[in-house]
């Protein structure tokens, strides 16, 4: 059965720092393309960042760009998100995403950036 399980979230200060993962399980992680998106209250999921299977290419939406850094492990089956500068408006939801002939989603990990 395939699994996405995220860790990382938490609270942090305005300019902090937070490392999101994302452990996969029951499916060829190494074959699907890994994105994070984030959900904020009353709006809608957000595409974040994208990463190709071989990592040779990498997008980010203009908010989180030079801030964030999405990279995978293929040999540990994992997807991560470095999260850089956090600002107020980072607070949400984050789901980890793995997307090839079929598509799967995490649970989601809380990060509140507050002071």
């Known amino acids: 059965q395939a699994q996405l399980v995220e860790s990382g979230g938490g609270l942090v200060q305005p300019g902090g720092s937070l490392r999101l993962s994302c452990v996969a399980s029951?499916?060829?992680?190494?074959?699907?393309?890994m994105s994070w998106y984030r959900q904020a209250p009353g709006k809608e999921r957000e595409l974040v960042a994208t990463i190709t299977t071989t990592s040779d290419m990498t997008n980010y939406a203009d908010s989180v760009k030079g801030r964030f850094t999405i990279s995978r492990d293929n040999a540990k089956n994992t997807a991560y998100l470095q999260m850089n500068n956090l600002k107020p408006e980072d607070t949400a939801v984050y789901y980890c995403?793995?997307?090839?002939?079929?598509?799967?989603w995490g649970q989601g990990t809380q990060v509140t950036v507050s002071s």
């Open positions: 029951g499916f060829p992680f190494s074959s699907y393309t």
């Open positions: 995403n793995a997307k090839s002939w079929y598509q799967f």
